[in-house]
């Protein structure tokens, strides 16, 4: 199952055999798990300073909130288990005013990774605590090799100042003589820049990014229909192939998302999802969430005692019980986008325009 996948470094005696037993109960289907979860996602804010226009976001009216660092330290019991922490949302993570403290503290967790995906703005200023508070793992969201292209589809960055910065995060990075961060880029494929992919590739190679990896468009706004890539199979055939050979040429790791129509998951909503079994989401309204591509509130997380029983509530059994069956998964399961378990055969996985696709963030009794 692909979605039981997590970036690999050394793992405790504690963590490898919690690994071990959720594999086995997330194969077996069970709901009452004995295992932690595997990996832990804190959406730290819903603020961004970028205005993209592909993002969802801007489909949408919500109130922004900032996760409370309580919430992150509340989940202390299940965090010695954890494999990883990712820092990602619906909005830029590293704007969270406590980011430095939350790294810090995530710290004493020994063989913990931790992880952002980042729009690359706030580098300089947080370049300190990545290396302090051993930050594994930074992806840079960038959507063109050509600053004109970038820069017109994510609003409020520029091509130049993110590749300066993460330049400066490299030669610092080697400086120190550490093996962290690690870093890709991440492009979101669409008809006015899937033709720069090849050279996304090029650049990493120029400035010592080893991966890049590449994501469908979402449409999440009827304005943006005209740059999907859905029906698209031969031009993403083509730069696909492209892309591939010369990743192969620099010795650069891509990732790259199904072709349309050569799915595995065939006719089924979405590919088998391990998600309620590895992971534990939490929004930055400090409600539980199936997955970031998902419009479901489970619970409010301040209703509980704690984590622990969070992760084997009444709402999470339910979603092992219904995420993977085709006659009892909710709607957002149905028509899910996420890129990992997307079935890229179904117009679905690419629009979701008209449909309830991201959660309206409310007022948790934690905040």
Not at 32 to 51: A, D, W, Y
Not at 295 to 307: H, R
Request: aromatic content about 8%; hydrophobic content about 40%.
């Amino acid at each position: 199952m692909k979605t039981e996948r997590l970036f690999k470094t050394p793992l405790s005696d504690k963590q490898a055999r919690n690994s071990e037993l959720n594999h086995i109960e997330c194969n077996e289907g069970r709901t009452l798990l004995e295992s932690c979860p595997r990996r832990i996602v804190f959406e730290l804010t819903n603020k961004c300073n970028f205005q993209c226009i592909m993002c969802g976001r801007e489909a949408v009216s919500f109130k922004t909130r900032d996760l409370p660092a309580a919430v992150v330290k509340a989940c202390s019991p299940l965090l010695p288990f954890a494999e990883e922490v990712t820092l990602h949302g619906w909005g830029e993570g590293t704007l969270h005013p406590e980011l430095a403290g939350i790294l810090e503290y995530l710290n004493t967790f020994k063989l913990l990774r931790k992880y952002f995906v980042t729009n690359g703005s706030t580098l300089p200023r947080i370049t300190q605590a990545i290396f302090a508070h051993h930050v594994d793992l930074v992806a840079l969201s960038l959507d063109g090799a050509a600053p004109g292209t970038n820069d017109s589809i994510r609003k409020g960055g520029d091509l130049k100042r993110e590749l300066r910065s993460i330049r400066k995060l490299l030669e610092e990075k080697e400086r120190r003589g550490l093996d962290y961060p690690y870093v890709n880029f991440v492009f979101t494929a669409m008809k006015r820049n899937i033709m720069e992919l090849p050279d996304m590739v090029s650049l990493a190679h120029s400035i010592g990014v080893p991966e890049v990896k590449a994501v469908y468009l979402t449409i999440f706004n009827e304005s943006m229909a005209h740059e999907s890539l859905l029906d698209m199979q031969g031009l993403v055939r083509e730069v696909f192939t492209e892309a591939r050979e010369r990743a192969a040429k620099f010795n650069i790791k891509i990732k790259l998302p199904d072709i349309q129509g050569e799915c595995d998951a065939g006719a089924l909503s979405h590919k088998p999802c391990a998600f309620p079994w590895r992971d534990l989401y939490i929004g930055s309204d400090a409600y539980l969430r199936p997955c970031q591509s998902s419009a479901e509130k489970l619970l409010d997380t301040a209703l509980f005692s704690g984590f622990e029983e969070v992760w084997n509530s009444d709402e999470m059994q339910r979603l092992r019980a219904r995420v993977n069956d085709e006659a009892l998964m909710s709607v957002n399961c149905r028509h899910c986008y996420h890129s990992s378990c997307a079935n890229w055969n179904l117009k679905t996985s690419f629009f979701q325009a008209g449909r309830e696709f991201a959660p309206e963030w409310g007022q948790s009794k934690a905040l």
